[in-house]
């Protein structure tokens, strides 16, 4: 199992009645009792927090099934794009924006606005198609020391 990476995914197949297919899941490839997925119990600033207690998968098998998905956090974009086919919102080159999911693992971008000298993110975003990630490159944030952001279970801070 650990040839597979600690991260987000989206579901490709169930595991029986605790986790469906196509959901948001943060997989851990080690911890106790094993390796195992892990269902958001809720947002904060636009990213997941994932349950403490997850799942443990069957089988190397359904490792493998699991989509890696893009980290939320922030990203610039490298070329122009709208969100969608109605265009209904367009997305500039170099523009800062905060990459998300919903709990289908869809893409959400949140713009974020200079507000008194603050960067101040939206609590609503849009929704993009998955291939425009591509679009994106990750940047570089330095985390306050002793705040770890809201992301993977506690287990996997260990």
Known sequence: ?????????????AIGDAVPAGVLV?????????????RPREWRHNRAVFEERGTVIPDE?????????LPEGL???LEPF?????????????????LGYDGQARPILFVPELVDGALVFPERGTRV?????????PLQVRVAEGR???GPPPAHLN
């Open 1 to 13: 199992m650990e040839k597979r990476p600690c991260g987000l995914y989206r579901t490709s197949e």
């Open 148 to 150: 770890a952001p809201a």
């Open 26 to 38: 943060y997989f851990h490839n080690h911890g106790d009792p094993g390796p195992g997925v892990y």
């Open 82 to 98: 709208p969100c969608c086919e109605q265009e209904c919102q367009r997305f500039e080159a170099e523009v800062l924006v905060q």
């Open 61 to 69: 098998r359904y490792a493998e099934s699991l989509v890696a998905l």
């Open 129 to 137: 198609e998955e291939w425009k990630l591509g679009k994106l490159r």
């Open 75 to 77: 990203y610039r974009v």
